[in-house]
Structure formats: structure tokens, C-alpha cells
């Protein structure tokens, strides 16, 4: 990898990639008056919410540029994969993707770039570089605004083009964005995480923290209001150090008291919260914000104080169950989310009761649960004490049987009462029912004979079912 930091300015590069996106559309349009259809685009998707963002972003560019959505089952002209590398899984999936696409004589070739978290790792590019020679553009997390450029040169010159960047220190805006979604839409409000979990490859493939300027944030937000948008979600591996690096203090409540004030915006939520820096003013702001509604992300990883000090999390479990009893004396019907991993090296049957029992305590309404999975670079994956796969998942098994019950117990509290609804669209449940989340963060699927898309409606839940709530429209 090199560490091709441009010398230039920032707003000199994006610039350059306006005037790249000019010439790849005249390329199209030109290719599009020879075949009569103008070339297509699919941007597949891996990994979190900051994925699903970036990829917003590719599809604003490659609009731009003249390429339309491929339709469902069409091998589109330009396929990105936009890459996870938090667990192994998300790795496999990409290659198994990538495999089917190898071209077989005759096939149509798709123009193949890939990007995103995967390809910050200098091994699975040489992977790339020799065992998928079908890939023709590759580019990291730090560069995504550069891709005009990049798939110019593929198109002009022909060759394979890769450039990677190890590091940056740029807060990029002005890239396009097509929206996937049109009631929420996601925010970035600060890029990277400085916390180096030892377990966790995302500070090693997305930098050192960098926060975005509030008033370009505040722009942001208050732009999507005008578009209609009722619901903001604010992105960041570790909200509560929003503005840190810009020497601010408390900046994340103050960003969160100033979006409160943009008229058309309902709902804003954020994650994800780190318990070690969630701060009173974070607290307050909840309880005094009537915008941000009752619910908080806030991951505990494990129960075992002994295994949260092996994963660099800086606090212990009774620190944890301190912080949730804080929050809880200002908010008290406040639903909690979190993400637990299982099987963290070193992890013992003891220490694992240490998760159950925070699980029980806390009453959680949803946790995201996963195998820990071992990645090259980080600290954990150099520790000799791994557990062995089969107790990993035995042991997942009772913390998803555990906390199924717990959600399901939480859900049929709901059953005979009326919640708040934003609708979000058709339900996938039925033709019948739309689909929406109550402030909370409860996912509700109801009958309804007309489409409030947008709308916050009341809905009376009438059965609970683990992961949704089912209802009908309340006129
Ligand atoms: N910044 C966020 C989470 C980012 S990754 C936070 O700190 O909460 C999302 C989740 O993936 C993590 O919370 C963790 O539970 C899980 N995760 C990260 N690395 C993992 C690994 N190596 N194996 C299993 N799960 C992992
Ligand atoms: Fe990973 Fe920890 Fe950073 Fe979250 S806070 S992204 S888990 S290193
Ligand atoms: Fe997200 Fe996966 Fe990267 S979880 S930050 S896309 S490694």
C-alpha cells in the first residue's frame, strides 16, 4: 500500500472527480446512442451502517456518471461490492460472490470494483491481485470519493487500477448521494475510531477519528428536512467522542440540542454509543430532547470484567450495570440494545455466566450477538487461548435462547397498547401491512388500507411476536 495522501486540497480532488464524472458520462451517453440502453450499475452491499451509507454515496456517483440501477437478476455493466471485514463470515461471502462472477467464454463482462473495509488489508489485496484477476478497479475506505477517477482510468486505459491509501486525515464533502431510503436517512458525523478493541479490525481499515464541522452537518440534516426526511440516524463508531479531534468539548450533546431545532425532522437516533466516554450531557440531552425518543445502543461486548480488560474496553461489568442504573434513574422506560460477542479468547464458562447475568439484569429488548471471529492484525488474534469453535457455539446458543425470551417478554407488554408509528413503507410480513418503528425503536407491522409513508401514525398492537409488533391503524 501506498501512502498516497494527496498534496492537493480537498476541494481541489472533488473537483477533479466532477470533471472525471463529466467525461465517463459522455462516454456512456455515447455508447448509449450505439446499443440504444444506457449502461447499468449494482452496488452490492456488505457490513454495517456505514456501508450501507458509502454505498449511497457510490450509487450518487455512478448516477451521475450515467449508469441506471440494473434490474433484479440483470448482470449489471458495473457491479462495486462494497466490503465488511468485522468478521470472517463477511470476508466469505464477498469471495463467494466474486467466484461466481469469474467469466466463462461468451459471458458478458461486467466492469468489477471493489471497495470498503476489505480493502484496507494488505493481504487480501494481494489476494485479489492474483487469485480474482476479473476484478478490475480496487480501492479502500479513505478514497471512496476518488472513484470517478479511478473508473475513468479503467475505462480510457483499459488496465486493472489500484490505489490504496493507508491513511488520510480528510473529512471529504460534496460527493453525491442517492438515498436508498426516503422517510430516514443516515448521517456520518465522524469517521474512524481511535479505541482499538483488541478483538476488532475496524480502527486498522477506517483511521483515526475525524468529526465532521457541525454547521456542514447541520446543512446536511437540514437539507434532508427540506426533501421530506423524518428521521435522521447519526453515524460514528463512538458518538460520545464527536468533536474531540476538534479540540470541543461536549460537542455531541450541543450537535444534538442544534438538530433538535430543524423543523420536518421527527426522530433523530445515533450509534454507536461507547459506554467508557457516555457522558451526563448525553443523558440529559435524552431526557430534555423530545427528538431522540427512548431508546439507546449501548454494546457491552462481555460480562467478564477479566475479558473486558483483554478487550481494551476500559470499563468493568459493575461500571456497565452502574452506567445502564444511570441512565435508567433519568429515563426509566428507556429500551436498551447492545451487541455481545461470545467466545472472546481466554473466555470461560465463568465468565460467560458473567454475560448472561448482565443480559438478565439489564432486560435488553434486542442484542446482536456474535461468534467472536479472529482478524489478522488485531491484538486478539495473537492471543494463544482461543476457544474452541464448538463451545463457541453451544455457548451462543443459551445467550440467543436466553435473550429471546427476555425480547419476547419485553414485546407482550406491548400487546392491547397504542404506539406511535413512523411509517417506513409496505411490510414485507404482507401486501396488507405496512412497516415502521415506534420511537423505541420497535419494529411494528401493521394493517393499514391506504399508504401514510412518512406519516407518524398510532398503531394498537394487538400480538408480539420476538423481533416485531403486530397491529392495526388507529384513525
Ligand atoms: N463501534 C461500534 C461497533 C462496531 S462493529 C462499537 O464499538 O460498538 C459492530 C459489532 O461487531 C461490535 O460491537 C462487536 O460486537 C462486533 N465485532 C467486532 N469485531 C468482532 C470480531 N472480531 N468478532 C466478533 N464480533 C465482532
Ligand atoms: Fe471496534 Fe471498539 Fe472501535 Fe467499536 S469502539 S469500532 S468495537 S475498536
Ligand atoms: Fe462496518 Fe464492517 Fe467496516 S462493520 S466499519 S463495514 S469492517
Request: hydrophobic share 35%; with cysteine; glycine share 6%.
Amino acid at each position: 500500500m501506498n501512502n498516497n495522501k494527496p498534496a492537493e486540497t480537498i476541494e481541489d480532488t472533488i473537483q477533479r472527480q466532477y470533471a472525471c464524472i463529466d467525461k465517463v458520462r459522455e462516454i456512456n451517453n455515447e455508447k448509449a446512442g450505439h446499443e440504444g440502453r444506457q449502461p447499468t450499475y449494482d452496488v452490492r452491499i456488505f457490513g454495517c451502517q456505514m456501508n450501507e451509507h458509502d454505498a449511497e454515496k457510490l450509487t450518487g456517483m455512478l448516477e451521475e456518471m450515467g449508469y441506471t440501477k440494473a434490474a433484479e437478476g440483470e448482470q449489471a455493466d458495473v457491479i462495486v461490492f462494497e466490503t465488511c471485514c468485522v468478521r470472517e463470515n463477511a470476508e466469505l461471502k464477498v469471495y463467494g460472490h466474486l467466484g461466481l462472477l469469474k467469466p466463462s467464454e461468451g459471458d458478458k463482462r461486467s466492469i468489477i470494483a471493489i471497495t470498503g473495509c476489505m480493502m484496507q488489508q494488505p493481504h487480501i489485496v494481494e489476494k485479489i491481485k492474483k487469485s480474482f484477476r476479473h476484478v478490475n478497479i480496487v480501492f479502500g475506505t479513505h478514497n471512496l470519493h476518488t472513484f470517478p477517477e479511478l473508473l475513468l482510468k479503467y475505462l480510457t486505459k483499459g488496465k486493472r487500477v489500484f490505489d490504496l491509501w493507508d491513511a488520510t486525515s480528510q473529512v471529504v464533502e460534496g460527493v453525491p448521494v442517492t438515498r436508498a431510503e426516503k422517510v430516514k436517512a443516515w448521517v456520518n458525523i465522524m469517521l474512524g475510531c481511535n479505541n482499538f478493541c483488541s478483538y476488532c479490525i475496524v480502527p486498522h481499515v477506517r483511521g483515526r477519528e475525524r468529526s465532521r464541522n457541525k454547521e456542514d452537518i447541520l446543512q446536511e440534516v437540514t437539507r434532508l428536512a427540506t426533501e421530506g426526511y423524518k428521521e435522521i440516524t447519526l453515524l460514528g463508531q463512538n458518538v460520545n467522542s464527536y468533536g474531540n479531534d476538534l479540540g470541543l468539548k461536549d460537542a455531541f450533546a450541543d450537535l444534538l440540542y442544534a438538530l433538535n431545532e430543524i423543523d420536518g425532522i421527527e426522530r433523530i437516533r445515533f450509534m454507536t454509543s461507547h459506554p467508557k466516554d457516555l457522558s451526563e450531557s448525553l443523558i440529559q440531552a435524552m431526557k430534555e430532547l423530545p427528538k431522540l425518543g427512548g431508546h439507546l445502543h449501548l454494546p457491552f461486548q462481555s460480562g467478564s470484567s477479566r475479558i473486558l480488560k483483554d478487550m481494551n474496553r476500559k470499563y468493568s461489568k459493575e461500571q456497565y450495570l452502574d452506567l445502564i442504573d444511570r441512565v435508567r434513574a433519568v429515563i426509566p422506560d428507556i429500551a436498551f440494545t447492545t451487541d455481545i460477542i461470545v467466545g472472546f479468547p481466554g473466555e470461560t464458562e465463568e465468565d460467560f455466566q458473567e454475560t448472561l447475568d448482565v443480559v438478565k439484569r439489564v432486560r435488553f429488548d434486542l442484542a446482536y450477538t456474535f461468534l467472536y471471529s479472529k482478524r489478522t492484525g488485531t491484538k486478539a488474534a495473537t492471543y494463544e487461548n482461543q476457544v474452541p469453535e464448538n463451545i463457541k457455539k453451544e455457548r451462543f446458543q443459551r445467550l440467543t435462547d436466553t435473550q429471546n425470551a427476555i425480547g419476547t417478554e419485553i414485546n407482550k407488554n406491548y400487546e392491547g397498547q397504542t404506539v406511535e408509528v413512523l411509517v417506513e413503507g409496505k411490510s414485507r410480513q404482507s401486501d396488507a401491512m405496512y412497516t415502521g418503528r415506534t420511537s423505541k425503536f420497535k419494529l411494528v407491522n401493521f394493517t393499514c388500507d391506504r399508504d401514510l409513508t412518512g406519516q407518524l401514525v398510532q398503531v394498537k398492537i394487538v400480538r408480539a411476536w420476538p423481533f416485531w409488533l403486530e397491529g392495526w391503524l388507529i384513525e
